[in-house]
């Protein structure tokens, strides 16, 4: 039956699909629910998330619900499940787990102090309370009458069990134990730090610390820390930093089968001279995690630190023998560490550079061989010498290159000279200098005899018809290997249509059109071209609108049989083969 697991495995992100296979019979039953309760907060929306709560409170020991009993919180009456649902759990977002809780008070007119209070509504309950110190898991009383003893003698046996073990009725603790306390199942970590949400929520991170939840972490591949920088509260700077550290501290001990770590941090966060900014102390737990990771294969990063520090590359560095993948977005000490690093990272296949380079590398800087496959050029690298470097050291190495609007003639030079095996091409345009990025790329093209995959872009929606002329003659030097074509420009149909005609070999086409008015005659172009060519076997158009556009029912099903109607704001390269 490990075929039949198989199968369902390819369904673990399909909530239709595994609750259709929930229902045929038990086994399957059994198979399904797994699945189904690894990710939950990732399969349902966000408007039915708080079943999943009220399922994990279901969950809850006696004991537990005992204990807010008498903290004077009564709890919603949920039947017992018939699966002991927590221990499946192998991805945890904290962001959608409080989301998920807010909406549980709110559908069920609970207050959230019942969810996050740290004071019993019992008035009695509190009175005792003052008479108890905790220390070190016991407690000590302090009577000062006849009367204070008489009650410590009477509760003393469940005020013991009570306040020694959760000293606060919280029911987000409560559900985090639940969840932490005894499975090792979980894969995936992603923290957003200093939640923002209506009840100021804020996920305590000592509970991904405390010893007896080393468990629960062991098997983690997946770690990601986000910063949320617009915040309706004042955080508690301080206190975050110093748990953030005794986070990295402890999973650089325990958590050291990391495959993936991404860290994103607002700037204003991240500037030394700042008011408010991570402490070096932070710095240097990041590179004692890293260091400590045996499997680590994708970094993705904006971190940035002050330029006295050990260098994050040299952390890196460490992990040259794993390290397939690299995100850097605004690359900061663009420096000998980091062209040292590129040297290093012998199986680094991917490499991304976001945003902008604070640093220009200098020219006379040479690199050995890479093993580049796919690279990633983001917006205002063209100044900065590293670039040419990059794509000479990768040469027939480099299948996949994007350039998102870092495009000159020095880079296409490189590329004609050094990666002629380049597959996948992305290219943004900018109306700025379209006309002459488009003479260079006419003679890029004619030299890329492998090239099977193709985007065409612009930032702006394009309203000028001049820049389709140049795209009509670029259209000419197409090499006959490229099978499929994707056209971000609001082209005009009869503009369209020309540039069609001298691209009879494509096998796919992809149209991404950002304009509010689409014209009938779009779509008979795009039917039109496809009855007349054979090779061409699917046309999709992306848009942003609402099917069915602006346009007559009748006739846009009849379309439909040519063209596939997908909506999408942003196209994704991972879901579309370039990456």
């Known amino acids: 039956m490990n075929f039949l697991e198989n199968i369902l495995l390819q369904f673990q992100d399909d909530l239709c699909s595994l609750h259709s296979c929930l229902l045929v019979n038990r086994y399957w039953c059994r198979l399904v629910i797994p699945l189904l309760w690894s990710q939950p907060f990732e399969l349902v929306k966000e408007t039915s998330s708080h079943k999943i709560i009220r399922t994990y409170i279901s969950c809850l020991p006696k004991e537990t619900k005992k204990r807010f009993r008498i903290g004077g919180i009564k709890l919603p009456n949920y039947q017992r499940t018939l699966f002991d649902y927590p221990i499946f759990l192998k991805k945890f977002d904290t962001q959608k787990f409080c989301r998920a809780l807010n909406k549980t008070f709110l559908m069920n007119n609970i207050s959230p102090q019942y969810f996050y209070s740290t004071r019993s509504k019992n008035k009695f309950n509190n009175i005792l309370r003052k008479q108890i110190k905790l220390f070190k898991g016991f407690y000590v009383t302090y009577p000062k009458n006849n009367f204070d003893k008489a009650i410590n003698k009477c509760f003393k046996p469940i005020l013991k069990q009570y306040y020694s073990t959760y000293p606060n009725p919280c029911m987000a603790k409560e559900i985090l134990y639940l969840l932490f306390n005894h499975s090792i199942s979980l894969k995936f970590l992603i923290i957003n730090s200093c939640l923002n949400n209506r009840y100021k929520m804020n996920i305590e991170l000592y509970l991904f ?30 206190r975050e930093d110093s748990l953030l550290i005794e986070l990295l501290n402890k999973m650089s001990e325990f958590v050291i089968n990391l495959i993936k770590i991404r860290i994103e941090i607002p700037r204003d966060f991240r500037e030394p001279w700042e008011e408010q900014h991570l402490t070096s102390k932070f710095h240097q737990s990041l590179c004692k995690l890293i260091e400590s990771q045996t499997k680590l294969r994708t970094f993705i990063s904006n971190y940035y630190w002050d330029s006295s520090e050990t260098c994050l590359y040299n952390s890196l560095s460490s992990q040259s023998n794993t390290l397939s993948h690299l995100t850097l977005m605004e690359l900061t000490h663009s420096d000998h560490h980091f062209r040292n690093g590129l040297s290093s990272w012998k199986y680094l296949e991917t490499l991304e550079l976001l945003g902008g380079s604070d640093f220009l590398t200098p020219s006379d800087v040479e690199l050995n061989q890479l093993s580049i496959k796919n690279l990633f050029i983001g917006q205002n690298y063209e100044p900065d010498p590293l670039i040419p470097k990059i794509l000479k050291s990768s040469n027939i190495n480099l299948r996949k290159l994007i350039l ?110 950002n304009n509010n008015i689409i014209q009938e005659e779009l779509f008979l172009t795009l039917m039109e071209y496809k009855q007349n060519n054979i090779n061409c076997q699917k046309i999709r158009f992306f848009s942003s609108l609402d099917y069915p556009y602006n346009l007559d029912l009748d006739f846009l099903n009849n379309v439909s049989t040519y063209i596939t109607f997908v909506k999408d704001k942003i196209f994704n390269f991972n879901n579309n083969n370039l990456w």
């Open 209 to 238: 610390i405390q010893r007896n939840h080393h468990n629960s972490l062991q098997n983690l591949h997946t770690f990601e820390l986000d910063f949320v920088k617009k915040l309706s509260y004042n955080r508690d700077w301080k």
């Open 404 to 513: 998102d609007g870092s495009s000159n003639a020095t880079i296409f030079d490189s590329i004609i000279k050094f990666c002629p095996q380049i597959t996948h091409l992305s290219i943004s345009l900018s109306l700025d200098d379209y006309n002459y990025i488009i003479s260079l790329l006419s003679n890029l093209f004619s030299n890329l005899y492998q090239l099977k995959y193709l985007k065409l872009s612009s930032r702006e929606i394009n309203k000028e018809s001049i820049i389709f002329e140049s795209l009509l003659k670029l259209s000419k030097s197409f090499p006959l290997s490229l099978k499929h074509l994707v056209l971000e420009f609001n082209m005009h149909y009869l503009n369209l249509d020309h540039f069609l005609k001298q691209c009879h070999h494509l096998i796919d086409l992809d149209i991404i059109y």
